[in-house]
């Protein structure tokens, strides 16, 4: 019994000193940011390598999200007769939810995971240690720049997403089902507002974009130098960072779109 | 490097350890294992020093300590007269930066070339022109003679390369400080001769202090200039090679030796090997 409570202790222990260390690593890293805009080369380096490379995953997801929305959007619109209304119900489900909450999901699992084993092997090959005796600062030089490259790249992919699902839909609609062209268009023209919907759409993806990247990096440079703590904390970075995006939409979902 | 910013003179100690004791802490806050207890070393510059004892004696923790990577519970550990521990960060850099730390297995960047590796300390500390970079870079490579392997990456070359890469890449800001993590273990006889020069001859050509932890005893007797014997965190013999080799200190002669019976045991603490089988009546 006595070994139980100190196990539950432990535990609460343990995690309040690793919620303190994931706060204080992420002012830290927003502290020591300088590096990353400065030598704005090793960002663009990391855009590149974890932005650019995710694009075809979310772009083929994207086109497939967009078909299923079609479909299923003109199956229970024609109930009610408003099958002209396909084009609005493709455009808001992925800009206010879709896009960016499956692109974070997405992203979690193409970028995230290779962020942490990236910087989890460095830790591992002692080079973060090599870099900190050379008077560089790891947080600076390593998590910096891959972090803002994610915060960047998130909100790209996102409308990378939305867009090609537009497009999908557009194509299951308009191409194969035959619902009105001027009607998908138009209606999702009057009922898309730039900012309520854009651009709430793009506050989320740009938050997911922060706390993806940011548990990536945290768990690559708290992991345990050894084959199996890096695995560990790859599959930790995929399943926090996916409970972590699913918490934020419905936080954010209920502070953009419910009506006071 | 100017020498005149430097506190201390040429015969002064360019690193001190006095009355050190460490333990690792736990994540409580608690010292966990004692490390090392009431450790006192000194090394001059252009001083060889070679640190010895069998594994998890706590010699590797010096160099951390002496790095400012930890801090001890007591003593202290003066580098160049400043005492690492009480340096804010900026200042712990700018030391750091005087020091050049050869890693057991080379640390080298896997993303970079060889050539980018040892260039890496040079473009994040100077200002230095292209130019300048490609020449410093190529005279410290060829200095550990692999100018000609410049352009590989490190997944390229041998375990013994990769060592030299990184000894080039250690002294690439000419440090007054150079320590070497086991710099032999796991090299072949004609690399870990070559090494074993490329220390002596370094040290002595920036008259850099020098500390070598190792347990290559014949190697590191041929070559430094004095010697630290530790066991359970504590120092147990001193003194030059000579002195060394004609110890009659069970320890050192079980380690110079190479035996398998003296005061080190080979066999962790543990109950008794009948009763552990299930055996004993």
Same mark, same amino acid.
């Given at each position: 019994?006595?070994?139980?409570?100190?196990?539950?202790?432990?535990? +609460?222990?343990?995690?309040?000193?690793?919620?303190?260390?994931?706060?204080?690593?992420?002012?830290?890293?927003?502290?020591?940011?300088?590096?990353?805009?400065?030598?704005?080369?090793?960002?663009?380096?990391?855009?590149?390598?974890?932005?650019?490379?995710?694009?075809?995953?979310?772009?083929?997801?994207?086109?497939?999200?967009?078909?299923?929305?079609?479909?299923?959007?003109?199956?229970?619109?024609?109930?009610?007769?408003?099958?002209?209304?396909?084009?609005?119900?493709?455009?808001?489900?992925?800009?206010?939810?879709?896009?960016? =909450?499956?692109?974070?999901?997405?992203?979690?699992? $193409?970028?995230?995971?290779?962020?942490?084993? /990236?910087?989890?092997?460095?830790?591992?090959? /002692?080079?973060?240690?090599?870099?900190?005796?050379?008077?560089?600062?790891? =947080?600076? $030089?390593?998590?910096?720049?891959?972090?803002?490259?994610?915060?960047?790249?998130?909100?790209?992919?996102?409308?990378?997403?939305?867009?090609?699902?537009?497009?999908?839909?557009?194509?299951?609609?308009? =191409?194969?089902? #035959? +619902?009105?062209?001027?009607?998908?268009?138009?209606?999702?023209?009057?009922?898309?507002?730039?900012?309520?919907?854009?651009?709430?759409?793009?506050?989320?993806?740009?938050?997911?974009?922060?706390?993806?990247?940011?548990?990536?990096?945290?768990? #690559?440079?708290?992991?345990?130098?050894?084959? /199996?703590?890096?695995?560990?904390?790859?599959?930790?970075?995929?399943?926090?960072?996916?409970?972590?995006?699913?918490?934020?939409?419905?936080?954010?979902?209920?502070?953009?779109?419910?009506?006071? | 490097?100017?020498?005149?910013?430097?506190? *201390?003179?040429?015969?002064?100690?360019?690193?001190?350890?006095?009355?050190?004791? %460490?333990?690792?802490? *736990?994540?409580?806050?608690?010292?966990?294992?004692?490390? &090392?207890?009431?450790?006192?070393?000194?090394?001059?510059?252009?001083?060889?020093?070679?640190?010895?004892?069998?594994?998890?004696?706590?010699?590797?923790?010096?160099?951390?300590?002496?790095?400012?990577?930890?801090?001890?519970?007591?003593?202290?550990?003066?580098?160049?007269?400043?005492?690492?521990?009480?340096?804010?960060?900026?200042? &712990? %850099?700018?030391?750091?930066?005087?020091?050049?730390?050869?890693?057991? %297995?080379?640390?080298?960047? *896997?993303?970079?070339?060889?050539?980018?590796?040892?260039?890496?300390?040079?473009?994040?500390?100077?200002?230095?022109?292209?130019?300048?970079?490609?020449?410093?870079?190529?005279?410290?490579?060829?200095?550990?003679?692999?100018?000609?392997?410049?352009?590989?990456?490190?997944?390229?070359?041998?375990?013994?390369?990769?060592?030299?890469?990184?000894?080039?890449?250690?002294?690439?800001?000419?440090?007054?400080?150079?320590?070497?993590?086991?710099?032999?273990?796991?090299?072949?006889?004609?690399? &870990?001769?070559?090494?074993?020069?490329?220390?002596?001859?370094?040290?002595?050509?920036?008259?850099?202090?020098?500390?070598?932890?190792?347990?290559?005893?014949?190697?590191?007797?041929?070559?430094?200039?004095?010697?630290?014997? &530790?066991?359970?965190?504590?120092?147990?013999?001193?003194?030059?090679?000579?002195?060394?080799?004609?110890?009659?200190?069970?320890?050192?002669?079980?380690?110079?030796?190479?035996?398998?019976?003296?005061?080190?045991?080979?066999?962790?603490?543990?109950?008794?090997?009948?009763?552990?089988?299930?055996?004993?009546?």
């Amino acid at each position: 019994m006595r070994a139980f409570a100190r196990s539950i202790g432990h535990g +609460v222990i343990d995690a309040v000193a690793k919620l303190g260390y994931f706060a204080r690593l992420f002012v830290l890293t927003l502290r020591q940011s300088g590096t990353a805009f400065a030598r704005l080369r090793l960002t663009i380096a990391q855009i590149h390598f974890i932005g650019n490379y995710s694009l075809v995953i979310i772009v083929v997801s994207g086109l497939f999200v967009g078909f299923v929305l079609g479909l299923q959007g003109y199956n229970t619109l024609q109930r009610y007769g408003s099958e002209q209304a396909l084009g609005l119900l493709v455009a808001l489900s992925l800009v206010r939810e879709l896009g960016p =909450v499956v692109t974070a999901l997405l992203f979690a699992g $193409r970028a995230g995971t290779s962020i942490t084993a /990236e910087i989890g092997l460095m830790k591992a090959g /002692e080079q973060l240690t090599a870099m900190e005796m050379m008077a560089v600062s790891p =947080v600076a $030089r390593v998590l910096a720049p891959r972090f803002w490259a994610g915060v960047v790249s998130m909100p790209l992919l996102a409308a990378m997403f939305s867009a090609v699902g537009v497009f999908g839909g557009y194509i299951v609609g308009v =191409v194969m089902i #035959g +619902v009105d062209e001027g009607a998908f268009w138009s209606q999702m023209q009057n009922g898309v507002d730039w900012i309520d919907d854009v651009g709430n759409g793009v506050i989320k993806s740009i938050v997911f974009g922060i706390a993806v990247t940011f548990i990536a990096v945290f768990e #690559g440079y708290d992991s345990q130098p050894t084959p /199996e703590g890096v695995s560990r904390a790859t599959t930790r970075t995929v399943v926090s960072s996916s409970l972590a995006v699913l918490a934020l939409d419905f936080i954010l979902t209920a502070l953009m779109f419910t009506k006071g | 490097m100017l020498m005149s910013d430097s506190p *201390t003179s040429a015969d002064q100690p360019f690193v001190a350890m006095q009355g050190v004791s %460490f333990a690792y802490p *736990t994540l409580a806050g608690a010292p966990g294992r004692q490390i &090392l207890s009431g450790v006192d070393l000194s090394v001059k510059r252009g001083q060889l020093v070679a640190l010895m004892g069998g594994s998890g004696s706590g010699k590797t923790t010096i160099l951390r300590l002496l790095g400012g990577q930890v801090k001890p519970q007591a003593g202290t550990v003066m580098v160049d007269g400043r005492n690492v521990h009480a340096l804010k960060h900026g200042e &712990l %850099f700018a030391l750091r930066r005087r020091m050049g730390m050869l890693f057991q %297995f080379g640390a080298l960047f *896997t993303d970079m070339s060889v050539f980018e590796n040892v260039a890496f300390p040079l473009r994040e500390h100077t200002d230095l022109p292209e130019a300048a970079i490609r020449d410093l870079v190529l005279m410290k490579l060829n200095a550990v003679g692999l100018r000609g392997a410049h352009a590989l990456m490190p997944s390229e070359i041998s375990g013994g390369m990769a060592r030299r890469v990184a000894l080039a890449r250690a002294i690439a800001l000419d440090p007054q400080l150079i320590m070497y993590d086991e710099p032999f273990a796991g090299l072949d006889p004609i690399s &870990l001769g070559i090494t074993a020069n490329l220390i002596r001859s370094l040290g002595a050509a920036l008259g850099a202090a020098s500390i070598i932890v190792t347990h290559d005893v014949e190697e590191s007797l041929a070559i430094v200039d004095y010697v630290y014997f &530790l066991a359970e965190g504590k120092i147990v013999a001193q003194g030059t090679p000579d002195e060394i080799r004609a110890s009659t200190m069970p320890y050192v002669q079980q380690f110079v030796a190479g035996s398998p019976d003296g005061p080190v045991r080979f066999h962790y603490p543990a109950p008794d090997y009948a009763a552990d089988l299930g055996l004993a009546k």
